[in-house]
């Protein structure tokens, strides 16, 4: 939608160019990238000339996205030295109908030095992360601050619950002695 052709109620859809921010401000229901401003929801555009900003009303029910600065949670699919995948369900306390994956670096893992992934996480632990980085449509996400990391660990052994002191984490069942990044609320609650 250019200068010449601003109209409100226009309808539009994700992506759709509204704009650049040397002409408005970006309002609810729309994103800016390299100073042009899009759609981020399916509904009307509304041009208020006045207040010079930009927004879109959407038409459909609202569907979580991640997006830089989201909590996200996941269930960790898959554990190489250096990184972890985790299949997304639910961002910012929304579950949502399919999922994305995200990617966890060992570097943001914890304010101290981690040497491998697998002393953070496990395939199959539920982990809540925030989006640090969407680069190149990948959420890259981190752990670093005390209430993210995993909400619930299994035992790489026997598949068990583990019991959490600290990083230090203990199957109560098959008595294997393991590590995560812990949340600090793991184990308490279940997932919203």
Do not use: W
Request: aromatic fraction near 8%.
């Amino acid at each position: 939608m250019s200068s010449s052709k601003q109209k409100s109620g226009q309808f539009v859809v994700p992506g759709d160019r509204l704009g650049v921010i040397e002409e408005f401000v970006p309002g609810p229901g729309t994103y800016e990238e390299n100073g042009t401003i899009y759609s981020f929801a399916t509904g009307r555009a509304l041009v208020d000339m006045l207040s010079k900003q930009v927004s879109v009303f959407p038409k459909t029910r609202f569907l979580p996205v991640p997006k830089v600065g989201s909590i996200v949670t996941g269930q960790v699919r898959e554990v190489q030295s250096k990184t972890a995948n985790l299949r997304i369900f639910q961002v910012d306390k929304h579950p949502i109908s399919g999922s994305f994956t995200g990617v966890l670096h060992v570097s943001d893992v914890s304010f101290h030095y981690v040497e491998i992934m697998h002393d953070a996480c496990k395939p199959g632990d539920i982990v809540r992360a925030k989006v640090v980085s969407d680069k190149n449509r990948t959420f890259h996400l981190s752990i670093k601050e005390p209430d993210l990391g995993a909400l619930h660990a299994f035992c790489s052994r026997c598949g068990n619950v583990l019991t959490s002191r600290g990083a230090q984490m203990r199957c109560l069942k098959c008595g294997k002695i393991e590590r995560r990044k812990v949340a600090q609320d793991y184990g308490k609650g279940g997932i919203v």
